[in-house]
């Protein structure tokens, strides 16, 4: 018995000296799982009448099964299972605040399979959604602060910004009633941002392997050993599972799936400040999407939660684009504005493309919104 622990030390001790085989197992592990885990949630979808019926917003043919966010899920608790064995937290803040990013994924992920069984009214998705955030804050996860973007603190020194905001170079204070507030509006947002993208297949997948990747060098980068670990195992899992959902998709991702996806972006980037506008830059097309998708159904005196095929995505499907070459450019522009958040030298050069990304975005949707629409 000596002997095992001693040799299950010696190995923990040699993965800690090199972080390339530590990510490199942690990301494989949580990959292989998905992938073991996919074909048995395939015929689990099948058995369970958990399926999408041809047509719909996607338009797909035949029944597919909704239940892709198991692997998802399970792969990532494989992968966290493994940080947690080979590098704890390393503080009692950081051990507090990961155990919140689990305990809130599997919330979202047993919320996101009641609506996939289902159909949930949006009061009680809601409700999960809101409790996911609660759970977040909770435990220490939420927007208290952020770097400023300016190159002077002038603007947070007006009179109106003075009530909301505090300035201490280089850091913005967020007054502590609206930190609540922006907490939940960025958690649930970012939950249906995520569940809107994902319309094509391969679509919320492939974008979050990306973000995730990008989520985990930039964590590392920074010094957050542990914590970039959590991003590298989502990441392993959603590639696992995209072999089987991009186009054409023989299982879809659902709302277990995608909710457990933009979960976990909305925690993990507030476990970082430098992670936020990263985070921000990484989903600006679908965020923008949203928000001018709630607009308009408002204006048409709809719900806006309530399902179409006017999202960005759909409509260039509409207008002739293959699902592939939709797909491939979003993953394109994902990884573009990653790395430009992550390498941009000020907070300036963030700003300006958050401004050109929403004045593309905008236009894009109104020449779009010009060509007939697809009910």
Known sequence: ??????????????????????????????????????????????RLGIVAEPGGRRQHHGRIPKLGGIPVFLGYLVGIGLVYWLLPPE???????????????????????????????????????????????????????????LPTGALWNWPVMNLLFTYQEPLVIIWRPLVFVFTLLWVVGMINAVNFLDGLDGLAAGVGTIAFLLFAWHSYRLGQTTVSLFPLALAGACLGFLLFNFSPASIFLGTAGA????????????????????????????????????????????????GDRGHLHFRLSDGGLPTRTIVLGYYLVTLAFGLVAIWAPNGLWKIGLWLGVITAVILLLLWLSRRPQND
């Open 1 to 46: 018995m000596t002997e095992i622990g001693d040799w299950r030390l010696r190995a923990i001790s040699n993965l800690q000296s090199h972080h390339t085989m530590l990510y490199l197992g942690i990301f494989t592990a949580a990959l292989l799982t998905a992938v073991a885990l996919t074909p048995p949630a395939r015929r689990l979808s099948f």
């Open 91 to 149: 503080t009692p803040g950081d051990k507090v605040r990961l155990q919140g990013v689990v305990l809130g994924t599997a919330v979202m992920f047993l919320g996101g399979l009641l609506d996939d069984r289902y159909d949930l009214p949006p009061a009680a998705q809601f409700s999960f959604q809101f409790l996911g955030a609660a759970i977040a804050m909770w435990h220490i996860i939420f927007i208290e602060r952020f770097t400023n973007p």
């Open 259 to 306: 909710w457990v996806l933009g979960y976990n972006l909305a925690a993990l980037s507030i476990l970082s400040p430098a992670k936020l506008s990263t985070a921000l830059l990484v989903m600006a097309v679908p965020i923008l999407d949203v928000a001018w998708q709630i607009v308009s159904r408002l204006r048409r005196g709809q719900h806006p939660f309530q």
